[in-house]
């Protein structure tokens, strides 16, 4: 008797296993599916966009990918998911003009340096406020608050090199610019919590552990 229900509960938790294994192998087959279609679709819209911009008068820097594949990678960017289902890059894409190409190109990179902080600022910084703010009983959680304010208005001084995904110009009288550029998250969020744990540790009176509970927010 002992043998047959040691027999029945092994085959149940064969059964149940066996199931989780298949919604999951499901799962990653749905994302996946999900995923091409988000992508062909993308494909279908940078079509559309290039033809736009081409119609305004936007041209490739000659030795530059096509028009349609720069816009391409950018939506594919934006759709790029790491290992654990989360956002790959921070992506920006910014338009603007000067009386020069080198002026209307610093001119739009800043434009998405600018945009590419607001980003980390909501993204990452945003959720380690949100660990101060649900902190019970932490040391300092007024200086925590304010080194973490200050970072955010210099945090693009520490991202390094970024990546160009899109280049585009057109010229009439004024140079424009449409350019669009990508940061990895997982980089960002790196040298944020570098960053951060050293001003935590000298401009904060926190505790080791509060500073580390601090920055884990994955």
Known sequence: MKQKLS???T???CSVLLTNQGAFAQTKKQKKKTLKEMKGR???DARKQAKALEKEGYQVIPGDLPMEKQIENSYVARLAKDEDGHPKYFVAYQQSKGETFAAAKQAAYQLCLTELATQIGSE???RI???VSNSEGMSDATSATQVIASYQNNVTARLGRTDQIV???KVDKLTYITLSIKYPVAEAERIVK???RKKLETEANLGQDEI???LDIR
């Open 7 to 9: 027999f029945i509960i």
């Open 11 to 13: 085959l149940l938790f």
């Open 42 to 44: 993308s494909i279908k």
């Open 124 to 126: 990452i910084l945003g």
């Open 129 to 131: 406020k949100s660990s």
């Open 167 to 169: 280049m585009l110009k």
């Open 194 to 196: 570098e960053d951060l």
């Open 212 to 214: 580390n509970s601090l």
